[in-house]
């Protein structure tokens, strides 16, 4: 690096220090709903939210499910079928003028959100995040939404899983976060897919580049020039790379950017052993003031790693065994209700007896959960709820599709995955036992989706086995 550059890169830290310290809690604002909710249980007494009694609710907190007590009595069965959640929720005035949405970490299964009264989101699948976009039912005088969640835990023949060996819990067993940012901020869609995408393209012990990509949204009107900036920092703050790219917005619009940092001099490299993670932030800056108008913080680490069918798995250029566990998300006496305390200590009892890997089983689970895994150094492998069986339809199929790509875009950014699953034990349950020319038509159409599902997986990233 030139003396020039060098001067310039201190200059730059020096007057973004104080910014970045601020934006952090300024630039977009995260508050947890996970409080002060109602709950109900539809019945065919009470049928609909309109109609269950006010005596008939009862207050909670988040993560919640239904399914604690009447999947350990001894009823066989348990209750599938529609509850619901509702909540005043409160507009901070720090939130004016800002787009705001609700952030799920998982609601079972099909879920469908009113905001004072208005269909705004439905999701469909219990183990993927979602969010909702609040603004367009909101006034600029509004300071509270109404919320009432309608959750539906029945088999419905289009959603995975239709069968396995383990409770498909109802509720929002996970958190719930309200977000406001900026009109200028990274893309956020329903998907809650990762606003800013990181991939490391070129590792080894000697260096290291880096790939930021993402979608830069303005919703404002007119011109301005913007900038998208990376800085790569060490576990001490130590700043060992940055980057940057320009866009020339005409408002109203969403442009695409990419910034490619290839000066990473011998990497720290990342391993159960070792998992040293670097950390990146990546923010909007409006040219013409310098004002931050957005920022995300994500974790790199830096790792390659290889299958090869002679010699076996390696890691760091250095032949690994892979030993581990699968682990499920629930608790007697909590169901799939688990606080993040409970989750961490399940990831760190898998490290503690000598794994190195982790099957994230059979389902994507808490985002913390894969923060953890980054932590404390456990290889994953990550599945949608595809098991046992199919459902020979159109609809059935795109979902699949949809959970398989919700989970890669979700979880991308974390070092800790190297496969992502879509299927398994798929034959456990072959349906037209007594047809087999029947069942041969069904194997096909499971081949087909299996097909589609891996080349949808190795398009959205390459840089993973399946």
């Known amino acids: 690096m030139s003396r020039l550059s060098s001067l310039l890169l201190i200059l730059y830290l020096f007057l973004c220090t104080p910014v970045f310290g601020q934006v952090k809690s300024t630039s977009r604002i995260l508050i947890s709903q996970d409080r002060g909710w109602q709950f109900a249980r ?66 079972n299964q099909e879920t469908t959100v009113f905001i004072n009264g208005k269909k705004a989101g439905l999701h469909k699948g219990g183990y993927t995040r979602f969010n909702v976009y609040l603004s367009p039912y909101l ?95 060490d576990k001490k703050g130590k700043v060992i790379a940055h980057g940057n790219s320009i866009l020339n917005s005409r408002g109203n619009d969403s442009l695409p950017f990419s910034i490619t940092i290839d ?10 052993d070792d998992p040293y993670l670097y950390n990146a932030e990546t923010s909007i ?60 200590k399940d990831i760190e009892l898998i490290k503690a007896m000598g794994s190195n890997f982790f099957r994230v089983a059979h389902y994507p689970q808490d985002p913390y959960l894969m923060d953890v895994c980054d932590e404390i150094g456990l290889l994953t492998s990550v599945e949608i709820p595809l098991v046992n069986e199919i459902t020979e339809s159109a609809a059935f199929y795109a979902n699949c599709l949809r959970m398989q790509t919700e989970m890669i875009r979700q979880n991308y950014n974390h070092p800790s995955v190297i496969i992502w699953c879509y299927m398994n034990e798929i034959f456990l349950r072959p ?18 989706l299996a097909r589609s599902l891996d080349s949808l997986t190795r398009k959205e990233d390459p840089s993973r086995y399946t």
């Open 139 to 233: 006034k600029s005088t509004d300071r509270f939404v109404d919320v009432l969640v309608k959750v539906d835990n029945s088999i419905d023949p289009d959603i995975p899983p239709l069968s396995a060996d383990f409770t498909f819990y109802g509720g929002i067993y996970r958190s719930v976060h309200l977000l406001g940012v900026n009109p200028v901020h990274f893309g956020l869609d329903t998907t809650a897919t990762q606003q800013v995408m990181i991939s490391t393209p070129v590792v080894n012990e000697q260096q290291a580049s880096v790939t930021i990509k993402g979608l830069l949204v303005n919703e404002q009107p007119g011109t301005r020039k913007l900038k998208t900036y990376t800085i790569i920092s």
């Open 431 to 448: 349906h037209y036992e007594n047809d087999k020319e029947r069942q041969m038509v069904y194997f096909s159409a499971v081949e087909k």
């Open 263 to 272: 000066d990473i001099s011998k990497p720290r490299l990342w391993s159960p």
């Open 285 to 344: 800056v409006d040219a013409a003031t310098g004002k931050v108008l957005d920022l995300v913080v994500n974790r790199i680490g830096f790792r390659w790693f290889h299958f090869d069918a002679a010699k076996g798995f390696s890691l760091n250029g250095k032949p690994l065994q892979l030993i581990g566990t699968s682990r499920h998300q629930d608790y007697k006496g909590l169901g799939n209700a688990v606080n993040k305390q409970l989750a961490r």
């Open 42 to 107: 539809d019945t065919s007494q009470y049928p609909g939210a309109n109609n269950v009694k006010q005596s008939n609710w009862e207050t909670i907190s988040l993560p919640h499910t239904w399914n604690i007590d009447d999947i350990m009595d001894d009823t066989p069965g348990y209750y599938q079928g529609v509850s619901y959640y509702r909540k005043r929720i409160t507009i901070p005035a720090s939130m004016t003028g800002r787009k705001i949405f609700l952030c799920f970490d998982g609601a």
